[in-house]
């Protein structure tokens, strides 16, 4: 007869599951092996950190759309799945965390590693149960499953390791075995034909539409670029809709935020309707002034529709099939001199960039070595990126097609995700090239899960911005409050040392010459291979247009930062030095005016 631990293994199987993310305890022996006799059907991935396993389960869900699983031990195994599990439910990914408890009769009794983790996952998860017995399994693994996928969000089991052993031998009267069905019932979800209308008058009736292109836009590029040239509309992206259009197309205007461009941000202080297309970016000033812009939002969720701009017409569908419902109401425009507008600053962005990427000076500029990894990426290849300083580089100077795949950790941000998300690329898909572009201090962080993507032997190429710092964290520390930089220095790690001892491969880069030998070397090996760039600790990470205070909170806290000296030379390189200008003339018109158009 089948125990708990057998029947919730087959119901994985039951639903597609190929992967479990986790690492072994006695919490959760039961389940381990029942894993083990199904081997041949289900893949357990042992990863070194359980939060790994969580940010992986989560990844995998991104590159895939299924159900990601990861499974940890009681105790401290389950509190370490945490930080990957909010990255899951504010990215709305479908993933399925289980966990172990101690025997039944000793929860709460001050037992070692009693943990009641349904209430400490309470607010993670959309659907939360402690499995009571081997009957009451059949019908919570099912369903957890299932609120996974339809609720997008993190469904958890918690089960005691004796339970896991304990057969369905009692049944209660009503609970008829086999009447949950394992599979999952999709359905179709479009518009109403009213709001269709409304949000149709409304993009004709604009003179300049913008578009802002999320993660929902990704499956749907073809559609979203034929309402982009029907509207005349530049598209800009947020950083989870980065392959939504191919980065080099002419449509695109390329990502928004502290981590894009100038002519993003201008065409949404510029615009009078903007479209938004599977996005919940998050920096409500990035977006037009409600005053001046009407808006239309694309989303699968009704709950997202108006999250951040006052929309005035909702479209809930998939976002594929709404742009081809809206593509018939549109009215083609002739005037495209809005779009054109924002080509030219685009080509002037791209001039200032490409300065950035050529720029020979010691120490090291990470731009050019972000650049030249960046031009290897094969053209089905996937991008993942930490979150930090690198991140801004992996979106402005890497340039991907419509067949790439990107993820980053999005509405959590969280440091240490790129190497699992990585990992997971390589499960979900172990014959496509992997590449990332990760901070030293998001590197370190996991750094022992390199060992993993040895162990799977992954084609996989690791670009480590190795700036001693924690440089993000250091320039919001002056930009947004005015503060010296503190605490923020790293101790060094020879990651390439570290990477050789894990039996991968490693190589350094310290001069602008040595980029393209060294790339070349390592993008001719096979296998895992780590690629430490040292580059200057001092370069800024610069946002598109300094927003206003920015500039003034910035020049009083360098005087008490260490290495001012070789901060302001780093400002006052082109392009630096105007993007640092635009900031503090905005400052010196705001003071003069209480009601400057187009200020976030």
Not at 164 to 169: H, R, V, Y
Not at 377 to 386: F, M, P, Q, Y
């Amino acid at each position: 007869m089948l125990n708990a631990a057998d029947i919730l293994i087959d119901t994985l199987i039951e639903w597609d599951v190929k992967f479990v993310f986790g690492l072994p305890g006695d919490g959760i022996n039961g389940v381990m092996e029942a894993l083990r006799k199904r081997q041949d059907r289900i893949r357990f991935i042992q990863v070194r950190h359980e939060e790994s396993a969580a940010f992986m389960a989560c990844a995998y869900a991104k590159f895939t759309g299924k159900l990601g699983v990861c499974l940890a031990t009681s105790g401290p195994g389950g509190t370490h799945l945490l930080t990957g599990l909010y990255d899951a439910k504010l990215d709305q990914m479908p993933v399925l965390a289980i966990t172990g408890t101690q025997y039944h009769d000793l929860i709460e009794t001050f037992t070692q590693q009693d943990v009641d983790l349904t209430r400490v996952f309470d607010n993670v998860a959309i659907y939360n149960a402690h499995v009571s017995d081997a009957s009451h399994m059949e019908n919570v693994a099912s369903l957890a499953c299932r609120s996974a996928l339809s609720r997008r969000g993190v469904a958890h089991l918690s089960i005691a390791n004796d339970v896991q052993e304990m057969d369905a031998k009692s049944r209660s009267k009503r609970n008829r075995p086999k009447h949950v069905p394992n599979r999952y019932f999709r359905g179709r979800q479009i518009p109403e034909e009213i709001e269709l209308d409304r949000a149709a008058q409304i993009l004709n009736d604009a003179r300049k539409v913008a578009i802002l292109a999320g993660r929902g836009a990704v499956g749907a590029q073809v559609e979203l670029r034929e309402i982009a040239d029907l509207l005349a509309a530049p598209v800009a992206k947020a950083l989870l809709g980065k392959t939504a259009l191919a980065d080099d197309d002419p449509l695109t205007t390329g990502g928004i935020g502290i981590l894009g461009t100038s002519p993003s941000q201008q065409i949404m202080e510029q615009c009078d309707a903007v479209l938004i297309v599977g996005s919940s970016f998050p920096y409500i000033e990035y977006y037009p002034r409600p005053e001046g812009a009407r808006g239309v939002q694309i989303d699968s969720d009704p709950q997202r529709i108006g999250l951040r701009f006052p929309v005035d017409a909702g479209l809930v569908g998939d976002a594929r099939e709404t742009l081809r419902l809206l593509g018939p109401r549109l009215i083609k425009k002739t005037d495209r001199s809005f779009l054109e507008q924002a080509q030219t600053a685009m080509s002037d962005w791209r001039r200032k960039m490409e300065m950035m990427e050529t720029d020979l000076s010691a120490p090291l500029k990470p731009q050019a070595v972000v650049r030249a990894f960046g031009r290897r990426i094969a053209a089905d290849g996937v991008l993942v990126a930490d979150s930090g300083q690198n991140t801004e580089l992996a979106a402005r100077h890497i340039d991907l097609g419509p067949a790439n795949q990107f993820a980053v950790s999005g509405a959590l941000a969280s440091m240490a995700s790129g190497l699992p998300y990585a990992i997971a690329a390589g499960a979900a898909d172990p014959k496509r090239p992997i590449y990332a572009v990760i901070g030293d201090g998001g590197f370190g962080m996991q750094l022992g899960e390199f060992s993993t993507a040895v162990r799977m032997a992954l084609p996989l190429k690791i670009l480590v911005i190795f700036n001693g710092m924690l440089n993000q964290i250091a320039w919001e520390q002056m930009m947004f409050l005015g503060n010296p930089q503190f605490g923020c220095e790293l101790a060094p790690i020879d990651f390439a040392k570290a990477a050789e001892a894990m039996g991968g491969l490693g190589f350094t880069i310290s001069s602008f010459d040595q980029i393209e030998p060294t790339l070349e070397e390592a993008f001719s090996k096979a296998g895992p291979v780590v690629i430490q760039a040292l580059v200057d600790q001092y370069e800024p990470m610069m946002p598109p247009k300094m927003p206003k205070n920015y500039a003034k909170n910035f020049r009083e806290a360098l005087a008490d930062t260490p290495g001012h000296e070789a901060i302001e030379a780093n400002v006052s390189r082109s392009p630096l030095r105007e993007m640092m200008a635009a900031g503090e003339q905005e400052k010196e018109l705001s003071e003069n005016s209480t009601d400057l158009p187009g200020t976030p």
